[in-house]
């Protein structure tokens, strides 16, 4: 089931791997983790299987206490027993849910097929008589489960899926603090906020009166209240003794006894109705005590014992009344100003410091993660599910009775197939490159059910927050409507067993950086000082500065302190971007607008059909590429035996041998080409944890979404106005920026009314060129080159039979049915749509071995592929938000080139960098200019003194890495474009301005200033001007208006306007 890259598993080593030498100064004392583990650690523990009680067995050997020791499975089966009848005389309980992995089809299986990757869920259900003590046990089947894979995602109706985790408000108690309109007074408030049930408000108003809202219903006196839940007037003034805002209310109160307490909040819940004290009590229970309808969950117990300073077992789901009088305190305590009230932690007393809360604070925020939100759903199916078992208990006779007649599982099934298929959380998966595919299960979204909405959400919820430090990334988000709501985690962060986001920190003492490792919580950060982690170290490990730039306060405040105050420092300079961000070299010289674009194009990257890692990286390319899933990795060491398009074996040295099966030119979600490419050579020794193919978008195990293209900055006949782009001819003729796009057309031939639907060669009225590719079964052959409006797939239909005539009749008992009425319903290629067929699948109902659905007989399904050179209109992209369309491709003769005669490959707007304010492209391209020619240092100058020995002499072409926030500086590039080795003719083209002078391709002449030169990672979009180009001449009408339908999909018209008229108009051409 679910697994992946075990987060301690060291980066994997490859012989074929580029050695990408680093600039970066710090060392970081852990390695980054598993990027997966947000998805498959969730669903681990949802079900229970090897893995997750592994990390069980690990957490109690370590004396951890904060890893939950149920699944999430067992846990929700529990809560549900028993399902007692009415009278109490008998009742049904679960236990022991698994799964039988007999029944289990492959992932491929499932796609091929479109059916769901999912194993049939049973559990131990136990009946008994509680009259006669007689107990009847059954397994009973529950309904088929959706499994996870081991890449993180589900396969559901043979499309793959992903969950995305939710961020939600955390359960538990919220002080607020808000000035009243009309006076100077402040308002204070608390609210009590569970996991399911009714809230629980108090408030002090500006007349100094403590009410309560109960279920967000009318105000009433909070003095009431609590006699209601039984406290008498002696008791309400012993325990709030010192505050007026309450003992003054208790002496005035009329009420004297609990009943009448009760009687009174009936009426205000209920007005009209007769009321008794049982029933009002019965209300009261009821909404906060009855666990079945009010639940805090572990999360908001613990929350609360947290902020009042209490010690109840996080098993108590409900409110207690200790609950009550211990909110109220704190909420008069914090109106009187007292600055803190005592209470206990761990068992021992302490003062508790009264604040009120922040409601976007990353402590009372919290991850519903995958295994979260279908253990809610199994939930909502499980409670329907209980109300027929009610129903059946009070109706059949209680001597035939068995689990198995008792329960009807169509409710939980339907509600986990309503949540896969129509959730908003539950997302069709981006698949574009490797890089959009773990983004997206990664991502964080605050929308959805039980979240906000975007109509509701203001500024303060979507603004970046100290406490996203190391936890959410504050440059990836989308730009539009969904800005700050949907983020995406920190590359080290891990979500703890409540759900809060950690980030690990070094462990500092007086001074002294240890290599101990720590994972504190939002919460568990506010009163500790945290260094950088790019403070100055000593060769012992002790700060260098007396003192130290450091984070503390809840604020996140950052100033200098003494080195000895320090608690913690960061592990890593990248730990608070998010995998996205961090493949940004030089992210730190770019405005975050800028690297947001970039972070975010990154993911729109097209795979291209030979791939190139960038030559400056970050040293994330390959952890990405790995845990992305898309390359083959080796599992155990030993001697590659055989290799072929489709498949590799290894010859492990236990003995065992290992067949490893390649994709091939399949389709993705979004129509890339996914395709594995081998990287290894038979006979040769590989080792464990190494990389044998390559998939869409790597370079021998390293993340590849573009290429290295020689750019030069200038402004060329006003052709790259407005970010617009000019290429080289030599792009399109070597094919360096094309890639494989595939479309999948299919058909199906159905039972209808009038006859079945069939699939032939033999059509009505279309002539044999149409037919000359269809094979005897009426389908393309594969290799055909297919244009708009060709058939893929012959199909007749009946059409309604009409009277016929003497003739008609005839040749029907002559000829046997050949000529009744049918009509053309052949699949044909759609407008716009090209290729060659390179895959035809055809599924038949009769074989039993595929079922199609109701009245489907028979299904086609044809892959077209194309080649997409690049052309005109496409739209290129930096790393650094750096975007253009390209205006025009000039031939190689043309383009700018430099002394020694090379032309460059694209020519940008100089103008797009200062405004933009993204710096980073400009020190991209000077390093890649130096590593492509390679270096040389002599001496020991003062610019290199920090660079590693490995980095002093470097080969032509080397890739290096400059990692975020730890990458090179601007006088080490500027010493390196001085250190670079001289071509053949012994020159060095650019100097350490990183300037050199072109000449016009077209003239010869030098142009007359110095041009910024070199290498910069160059992608191509998802934005093709092939998928947006679109004509018509007459095709479907509106039936309203009987104007023509708009948009692309509809084959619609281009809207011809008033300002279009006008134009027209101001030309002359009136009667155009």
């Known amino acids: 089931m679910a697994a992946s890259r075990n987060a301690s598993t060291p980066q994997p080593k490859n012989g074929r791997q580029h050695k990408r030498l680093s600039f970066a100064k710090i060392s970081s004392p852990i390695t980054v983790p598993d990027l997966l583990a947000l998805q498959t650690e969730s669903f681990d523990w949802l079900v229970g299987n090897d893995e997750w009680k592994a990390r069980v067995a690990e957490a109690a050997a370590s004396g951890r206490t904060d890893v939950p020791e149920k699944s999430g499975l067992e846990e929700i089966f529990e809560e549900m027993s028993p399902i007692v009848d009415n009278a109490g005389k008998m009742q049904l309980s679960f236990s022991n849910p698994h799964f039988d992995m007999e029944k289990l089809l492959s992932v491929d299986i499932c796609k091929e097929r479109s059916k769901t990757y999912e194993a049939p869920l049973y559990v131990s259900a136990e009946f008994k008589n509680n009259v006669t003590e007689e107990r009847k046990t059954q397994t009973v089947f529950m309904g088929n489960f959706p499994l996870m894979t081991e890449k993180g995602t589900f396969i559901i109706n043979g499309t793959e899926r992903v969950v995305v985790s939710q961020l939600v408000r955390s359960p538990g108690v919220y002080f607020e603090r808000t000035p009243e309109k009309l006076s100077d007074k402040e308002v204070f408030s608390a609210r009590v906020i569970p996991s399911r049930g009714a809230w629980l408000e108090f408030e002090i108003d500006k007349r100094d009166q403590v009410g309560v809202r109960i279920d967000r219903k009318r105000k009433q006196s909070a003095i009431v209240f609590l006699k209601a839940l039984g406290l008498t007037r002696e008791d309400i003034e012993r325990e709030f003794a010192g505050y007026p805002s309450i003992t003054d209310a208790v002496a005035k109160d009329p009420i004297k006894s609990k009943d009448d307490a009760l009687r009174d909040i009936y009426k205000k819940l209920r007005p009209g109705e007769q009321v008794a004290a049982e029933a009002a009590r019965a209300l009261l229970d009821n909404y906060y005590f009855n666990p079945k309808r009010y639940d805090l969950a572990k999360v908001g117990r613990y929350k609360i014992n947290r902020k009042l300073g209490l010690e109840a077992p996080l098993t108590a789901s409900a409110l207690t009344v200790e609950d009550v009088i211990s909110t109220i305190k704190y909420l008069v305590a914090l109106h009187a100003g007292d600055q803190t009230i005592a209470g206990h932690r761990d068992g021992k007393p302490v003062e508790i410091r009264l604040d ?253 059909v030979s791939t190139d890692s960038p030559v400056v990286g970050t040293g994330m390319e390959g952890y990405t590429a790995i845990d992305a899933g898309d390359v083959v990795v080796n599992q155990g060491a030993g001697v590659v035996k055989e290799v072929s398009a489709d498949f590799v074996t290894v010859a492990q040295d236990d003995g065992y041998e290992r067949t490893y099966y390649l994709r091939k030119f399949e389709r993705s979600n979004q129509g890339t080409c996914y395709n594995n490419r081998v990287v290894v050579k038979a006979g040769e020794r590989i080792e464990k944890g190494e990389v044998i193919a390559d998939g869409p978008s790597t370079d021998n195990g390293e993340l590849a979404l573009g290429k290295n293209l020689l750019v030069a900055f200038m402004p060329w006949e006003g052709l790259n106005y407005e970010d617009a782009i000019i290429l080289n001819q030599n792009i399109v003729k070597y094919d360096t920026l094309s890639s494989i796009h595939i479309e999948e057309f299919d058909v199906d031939a159905r039972d209808t009314k009038l006859g079945k639907e069939e699939i032939t060669r033999d059509l009505p009225n279309v002539s044999q060129d149409m037919l000359a590719n269809l094979d005897e079964r009426g389908i393309i052959r594969i290799g055909a080159e297919v244009r708009p409006g060709d058939i893929l797939v012959g199909k007749v239909t009946p059409k309604g039979e009409t009277e016929l005539s003497a003739e008609e009749r005839l040749l029907r008992a002559i000829f046997n049915e050949k000529s009744r009425e049918v009509r053309d319903t052949s699949l044909k290629v759609p407008h716009g749509q090209s290729g060659t067929v390179i895959g035809v699948k055809v599924f038949d109902a009769q074989e039993g071995e595929d079922e199609l659905g109701s009245g489907v007989n028979q299904r086609v399904v044809v892959y077209v592929a194309q080649k997409r050179k690049i052309t005109e209109g496409d739209k290129l992209s930096g790393r650094h938000g750096n975007k253009g369309v390209i205006s025009k491709i000039l031939p190689e003769e043309d383009m700018p080139f430099l002394a020694d005669g090379t032309p460059v490959d694209i020519i940008l707007n100089p103008l797009g960098v200062p405004g933009r304010m993204n710096f980073g492209q400009v020190l991209e391209i000077h390093l890649g200019w130096a590593a492509k020619q390679g270096w040389k240092i002599e001496g020991a100058p003062e610019w290199a003194a920090e660079l590693s020995d490995d980095i002093r002499e470097v080969e032509p072409g080397t890739k290096v890495a400059t990692p975020v926030f730890d990458g090179a500086h601007e006088d080490e590039i500027a010493g390196l474009l001085d250190s670079t080795l001289p071509n053949r003719d012994g020159e060095r083209l650019v100097d350490s301005t990183g300037k050199t002078i072109l000449y016009d391709g077209r003239s010869g002449e030098p142009f007359p200033d110095p041009v910024s030169v070199g290498y910069m990672y160059i992608l191509k979009l998802h934005h093709l001007v092939d998928d947006k180009i679109h004509a018509r001449s007459t095709g479907p009408y509106s039936m309203i208006t009987q104007q023509p339908l708009g948009g692309k999909a509809q084959f619609g018209g281009q809207r011809f306007g008033e300002m279009e008229v006008w134009a027209l108009y101001a030309y002359g051409a009136a009667y155009a």
Do not use: W
Not at 417 to 435: A, C, I, R, W
Not at 523 to 545: G, P
Not at 563 to 591: C, K, W
């Open 356 to 608: 009120v809360d922040d409601i976007d604070h990353f402590g009372n925020r919290r991850i519903r993660a995958v295994g979260e939100l279908i253990q809610n759903q199994v939930r909502t199916g499980l409670s329907r599910m209980e109300r027929t078992v009610r129903e059946r208990m009070t109706t059949q006779d209680i001597e035939a009775i068995t689990p198995q007649t008792l329960m009807n599982v169509r409710p939980v099934v339907a509600a986990i197939k309503e949540f896969f298929g129509t959730s908003q959380l539950s997302q069709f998966m981006d698949q574009n490159n490797p890089l959009a595919g773990i983004t997206h299960k990664r991502r964080l979204s605050a929308l959805g059910p039980g979240g906000l909405s975007r109509e509701r959400a203001g500024v303060e919820v979507r603004d970046v927050h100290p406490s996203h430090y190391g936890r959410m990334c504050p440059i990836e988000s989308p730009e539009g409507p969904n800005i700050g709501l949907i983020g995406s985690l920190a590359t080290f962060a891990r979500i703890n067993s409540f759900g809060f986001i950690e980030t690990p920190y070094r462990k500092v003492i007086n001074g002294q950086v240890t290599d101990d490792v720590e994972y504190l919580t939002a919460s568990d950060e506010t009163d500790m000082v945290i260094a950088q982690a790019n403070a100055k170290l000593t060769a012992d490990k002790r700060f260098a500065d007396e003192r130290v730039l450091a984070r503390h306060g809840k604020d996140g405040e950052v100033e200098r302190v003494p080195a000895e105050e320090v608690n913690y420092m960061d592990v890593s300079p990248r730990q608070m971007v998010s995998v996205g961000t961090s493949l940004i070299p030089f992210l730190e010289h770019d405005d975050a607008n800028r690297a947001l674009m970039g972070a975010n194009m990154q993911r729109q990257a097209v795979p291209l």
